[in-house]
Nanobody, 121 residues
């Protein structure tokens, strides 16, 4: 199943972006969906995830207070609202779906193609 991520772009420090991830399947087919990012020259890291049955979410410490994750079950879409962006948020952002409650990339079985977020200083 191919997820479709969108919404990346170039933004100045302090700006905002909203990423979207559309899943062809009904969202309740998945236990959770999440966002990961891979900064240039670094490994992929967990950003946020949301559990569908109760909208419980988790955020990486580096984005708490700035990013929020939400889901729209009708539209089969998960969003990542990113505020107060910093240059260190620059990365390719990937959405992914999992059938369990985990922050480990290997536990996510379906991935989107990635969308580039660039934050200029």
């Amino acid at each position: 199943v191919q997820l479709q991520a969108s919404g990346g772009g170039l933004v100045q420090t302090g700006g905002s972006l909203r990423l979207s991830c559309l899943t062809p399947e009904r969202t309740f087919s998945w236990y959770q969906m999440g966002w990961f990012r891979q900064p240039p020259g670094k490994e992929r890291e967990f950003v946020a995830s949301i559990r569908f049955r109760d909208a419980k979410s988790r955020l990486a410490d580096s984005v708490k207070g700035r990013f929020t994750i939400s889901r729209d079950a009708v539209k089969n879409t998960v969003y990542l609202q990113m505020n107060s962006l910093k240059p260190e948020d620059t990365a390719v952002y990937y959405c992914a779906a999992s059938r369990e409650w985990s922050v480990l990339p290997e536990r996510f079985v379906s991935w989107g193609q990635g969308t580039l977020v660039t934050v200029s200083s």
